[in-house]
């Protein structure tokens, strides 16, 4: 038997709660892994709190992201008592996820532990950090350099917004952060932003064009933020889009992209290759600065996920929230 967090859709209505499962429930998948770590990330609250089309089977344990211990497997590159950790995958929508003491998944969707983290670092990572570092390698392919001129990161106060300071920062970039929670600016500066704007000038819908500032951007808004940073990219800027906090749609004009230049990189961190992955790992491994993970990060006991995915939803949360699973 082992607790988790279970949500569940019926006649009664759409729920999520702590409970216990047998371990026959688990899913089919030729590794199990005792989780240690965990996360809680907003697609995690979405799929908790039913505010997103998130789940797709039920019932659904929740969480993108676990880092723990392997118990069992029959895949060749896994054996009883590695460290590995998981993002993605469908884990959390499709397929039960880290929100529980144990999982059942495909070894393929595995990678190990690197050696740099612990499994509480690893998840005061996660989805979130892994994503910031795979937009900033998208940015240094598209060729911006610290050279190029101001990086944007929108949504900075959540998990991808600080990560995305914070290492782009340690690369040597002028970063300057877009929130809407102007009382964070003191913990921005902290992480490495140069400068700290309301995220209402970005907010609302934009012109066609409009003054050039940005040489790269890093959004996780999407809807009328994403339109607003491309309109205000300079000529040859990149913008990479990893999230839709304020909304799925794009109220944008061709403007930007044929006027002046502006390429637009979607940044997929659920399915990536694993190659994408251990390289976006190995890049966090050197780059990051690990002290600052207390600073980006809280811990929380299983027990309090379900409510405190309302918080995460409601913008109450700043930067990570780590989940303890092992007691």
Same mark, same amino acid.
């Not at 659904?60 to 118990?71: K, L, N, R, S, Y």
């Given at each position: 038997? /082992?607790?988790?967090? =279970?949500?569940?859709?019926?006649?009664?209505?759409?729920? &999520?709660?702590?409970?216990?499962?047998?371990?026959?429930?688990?899913?089919?998948?030729?590794?199990?892994?005792?989780?240690?770590?965990?996360?809680?990330?907003?697609?995690?609250?979405?799929?908790?709190?039913?505010?997103?089309?998130?789940?797709?089977? /039920?019932?659904?344990?929740?969480?993108?992201? /676990? !880092?723990?211990?392997?118990?069992? &497997?029959?895949?060749?590159?896994?054996?009883?008592?590695?460290?590995?950790?998981?993002?993605?995958?469908?884990?959390?929508?499709?397929?039960?996820?880290? =929100?529980?003491?144990?999982?059942?998944?495909?070894?393929?969707?595995?990678?190990?532990?690197?050696?740099?983290?612990?499994?509480?670092?690893?998840?005061?990572?996660?989805?979130?950090?892994?994503?910031?570092?795979?937009?900033?390698?998208?940015?240094?392919?598209?060729?911006?350099?610290?050279?190029?001129?101001?990086?944007?990161?929108?949504?900075?106060?959540?998990?991808?917004?600080? /990560?995305?300071?914070? =290492?782009?920062?340690?690369?040597?970039?002028?970063?300057?952060?877009?929130?809407?929670?102007?009382?964070?600016?003191?913990?921005?500066?902290?992480?490495?932003?140069?400068?700290?704007?309301?995220?209402?000038?970005?907010?609302?819908?934009?012109?066609?064009?409009?003054?050039?500032?940005?040489?790269?951007?890093?959004?996780?808004?999407? &809807?009328?933020?994403?339109?607003?940073?491309? !309109?205000?990219?300079?000529?040859?800027?990149?913008?990479?889009?990893?999230?839709?906090?304020?909304?799925?749609?794009?109220?944008?004009?061709?403007?930007?992209?044929?006027?002046?230049?502006?390429?637009?990189?979607?940044?997929?961190?659920?399915?990536?290759?694993?190659?994408?992955?251990?390289?976006?790992?190995?890049?966090?491994?050197?780059?990051?600065?690990?002290?600052?993970?207390?600073?980006?990060?809280?811990?929380?006991?299983?027990?309090?996920?379900?409510?405190?995915?309302?918080?995460?939803?409601?913008?109450?949360?700043?930067?990570?929230?780590?989940?303890?699973?092992?007691?």
């Amino acid at each position: 038997m /082992f607790r988790a967090v =279970l949500t569940e859709r019926d006649d009664a209505g759409y729920r &999520s709660q702590l409970t216990t499962l047998d371990e026959a429930q688990l899913p089919a998948g030729d590794v199990t892994v005792r989780i240690t770590h965990s996360t809680l990330n907003y697609k995690d609250a979405l799929a908790i709190t039913g505010r997103g089309r998130i789940v797709r089977d /039920f019932p659904m344990v929740p969480g993108i992201d /676990f !880092a723990g211990t392997v118990e069992s &497997s029959e895949h060749p590159d896994y054996r009883s008592g590695d460290n590995v950790l998981l993002n993605g995958w469908g884990v959390g929508e499709s397929h039960w996820g880290g =929100l529980a003491e144990k999982a059942r998944v495909n070894g393929d969707w595995l990678l190990p532990l690197p050696q740099a983290f612990t499994p509480w670092q690893a998840m005061a990572i996660g989805t979130a950090g892994y994503t910031a570092m795979l937009s900033i390698i998208a940015l240094e392919r598209q060729g911006v350099t610290p050279a190029s001129g101001e990086v944007l990161v929108t949504g900075a106060s959540g998990g991808v917004g600080s /990560f995305a300071i914070a =290492l782009l920062a340690a690369l040597g970039y002028r970063v300057v952060a877009s929130t809407g929670r102007l009382e964070e600016q003191a913990y921005l500066q902290r992480l490495g932003a140069a400068e700290v704007i309301d995220r209402s000038t970005l907010s609302e819908p934009a012109r066609p064009l409009e003054k050039a500032r940005w040489a790269g951007a890093i959004d996780s808004i999407g &809807s009328h933020t994403l339109a607003g940073v491309c !309109a205000s990219m300079q000529r040859g800027g990149v913008v990479t889009a990893c999230g839709l906090a304020q909304g799925m749609d794009f109220p944008a004009t061709v403007a930007p992209f044929i006027l002046r230049g502006v390429t637009l990189v979607g940044i997929d961190s659920a399915m990536r290759p694993r190659e994408d992955r251990m390289a976006a790992w190995q890049r966090l491994a050197t780059t990051l600065d690990v002290s600052l993970l207390d600073e980006v990060s809280r811990t929380i006991d299983l027990s309090r996920v379900v409510d405190t995915a309302t918080e995460l939803i409601e913008g109450r949360i700043r930067g990570r929230m780590v989940v303890q699973v092992a007691g």
